[in-house]
């Protein structure tokens, strides 16, 4: 069984910075591809970011890219959003989520990639 628990959400001001993490109980943490992705009031589920376990190769959305950056950490089990420069646009509900495999980038883009997904932690910017 794979849980995803999310932390680091909040409230901040335009231009500031968060920092999201995603713990990941279960095994074999380091073969999962992880993502990102938000969604907004009313809006569809939308793809942030993507680590690919494979290669190490990070993708982005072009929302985002330049501003965020994802990472992990396997010691700990754990994935991080770095959120710099951030807007009022970015303000929604922040999901991690895991998969297995070596999807290429537009498969690792798709929500139903994924087989496990956290509960999601709230951001919201404040202009």
């Known amino acids: 069984q794979v849980q995803l628990v999310e932390s680091g959400g909040g409230l901040v001001q335009a231009g500031g910075s968060l920092r999201l993490s995603c713990v990941v109980s279960g095994p074999s943490f380091r073969s999962y591809n992880m993502a990102w992705f938000r969604q907004a009031p009313g809006k569809e589920r939308e793809f942030v970011s993507a680590?690919?376990?494979?290669?190490?190769?990070?993708f982005y959305a072009s929302t985002v890219k330049g501003r965020f950056a994802v990472s992990r950490d396997n010691g700990v089990n754990t994935v991080y959003l770095q959120m710099n420069s951030l807007k009022p646009e970015d303000t929604a509900v922040y999901y991690c989520?895991?998969?297995?495999?070596?999807?290429?980038?537009?498969?690792?883009?798709?929500?139903?990639?994924?087989?496990?997904w956290g509960q999601g932690t709230q951001v919201t910017v404040s202009s």
């Open positions: 680590r690919r376990w494979s290669d190490g190769n990070t």
């Open positions: 989520a895991a998969c297995a495999g070596s999807p290429i980038a537009s498969v690792l883009r798709d929500a139903s990639t994924y087989d496990y």
